[in-house]
T-cell receptor, first 116, second 111 residues
Framework: DVKVTQSSRYLVKRTGEKVFLECVQD?????MFWYRQDPGLGLRLIYF???????EKGDIPEGYSVSREKKERFSLILESASTNQTSMYLC???????????????FGPGTRLTVL | EDQVTQSPEALRLQEGESSSLNCSYT??????LFWYRQDPGKGPEFLFT???AGEEKEKERLKATLTKKESFLHITAPKPEDSATYLC????????????FGQGTELSVKP
């Protein structure tokens, strides 16, 4: 089955640190997405990418940037972490080569980030 | 504005007590409606995709249906292991691959 992995399950950082969250997929997804999930707010789209070196802002891009240098890897960067960026971060991929799987998004296990 | 609303927010069932979760949506041209299951502390797990009104999909004790305004996730004779949060999402034709998620329904099944 499709596989989306994230570099860390849990991460603790200090305010002002630069933070990198890595996501890797092995199903040739064209599209990759970064969300954050908070109680009462649901999943909110931060950034997404339809192709290598392409990126599009989602609904809440402020304070974040992304990088997609290779098709299988999509990185989320917190330039200067703040306490309000404490959250669960979820990466997803879509557009795999299998029939009927062009639109579904497949999620990684998530990274629980705490900013102190 | 494209929007997804799920109800109820939380649902408690006894084992074997069948019920349904609702997902109401407004979208300018539906490309697909998706159901996910999410266990605490984990990423959402894909369950179903529905593309057109009248379509139904089944998996074990779960059955998803779709009308022009809403989708239902029917749970027949649930077991405690069905306890999870169920998320509904829609994809609009003019939004590329983006999904719009509802807030989810937290299902608890007691033995």
């Amino acid at each position: 089955d499709v596989k989306v992995t994230q570099s860390s399950r849990y991460l603790v950082k200090r305010t002002g640190e630069k933070v990198f969250l890595e996501c890797v997929q092995d199903m040739d997804h064209e599209n990759m997405f970064w969300y954050r999930q908070d109680p009462g707010l649901g999943l909110r789209l931060i950034y997404f990418s339809y192709d290598v070196k392409m990126k599009e802002k989602g609904d809440i891009p402020e304070g974040y940037s992304v990088s997609r240098e290779k098709k299988e890897r999509f990185s989320l960067i917190l330039e200067s972490a703040s306490t309000n960026q404490t959250s669960m971060y979820l990466c997803a991929g879509s557009g795999g080569s299998g029939k009927g799987r062009r639109n579904e998004q497949f999620f990684g296990p998530g990274t629980r980030l705490t900013v102190l | 504005e494209d929007q997804v609303t799920q109800s109820p927010e939380a649902l408690r069932l006894q084992e074997g007590e069948s019920s349904s979760l609702n997902c109401s949506y407004t979208v300018s041209g539906l490309r697909g409606l998706f159901w996910y299951r999410q266990d605490p502390g984990k990423g959402p797990e894909f369950l179903f995709t529905l593309y057109s009104a009248g379509e139904e999909k089944e998996k074990e004790r779960l059955k998803a249906t779709l009308t022009k305004k809403e989708s239902f996730l029917h749970i027949t004779a649930p077991k405690p292991e069905d306890s999870a949060t169920y998320l509904c999402a829609v994809q609009a034709r003019n939004q590329g691959g983006k999904l719009i998620f509802g807030q989810g329904t937290e299902l608890s099944v007691k033995p």
